[in-house]
């Protein structure tokens, strides 16, 4: 059975900075590409970063480019998001997700397995 943990999500203040994890069990992570998305309320879920299953290939959105970094760690099965500058629109509960193959996929009806998220709040 796939599963993906994440933690450390929590409150800060813009500007600041936050890292949240993703522990996966139940596959073999390093042919699994990651993902993390991000939901605010009353928003649609959007796609925030990518990396591959060697780790060598990173795809982020424009609204976090040069602020947030994706890396993962595949003798751990977990994946980061560290976040940077952190702005009060950064605010949402932020989820990772795996599919198997290539991490230059941002629709998130193509990801296979998910986790249950973990709440960041960036406070003014």
């Known amino acids: 059975q796939v599963q993906l943990v994440e933690s450390g999500g929590g409150m800060v203040q813009a500007g600041g900075s936050l890292r949240v994890s993703c522990a996966a069990s139940g596959l073999s992570f390093s042919v699994y590409a990651m993902a993390w998305f991000r939901q605010a309320p009353g928003k649609e879920r959007e796609f925030v970063a990518s990396i591959s299953g060697g780790g060598g290939n990173t795809v982020y959105a424009d609204s976090v480019k040069g602020r947030f970094t994706v890396s993962r760690d595949n003798d751990k099965n977990t994946v980061y998001l560290e976040m940077n500058n952190l702005k009060p629109e950064d605010t949402a509960v932020y989820y990772c997700?795996?599919?198997?193959?290539?991490?230059?996929?941002?629709?998130?009806?193509?990801?296979?397995?998910w986790g249950q998220g973990t709440q960041v709040t960036v406070s003014s």
């Open positions: 997700a795996a599919r198997y193959g290539h991490n230059k996929i941002r629709a998130s009806s193509l990801y296979n397995f």
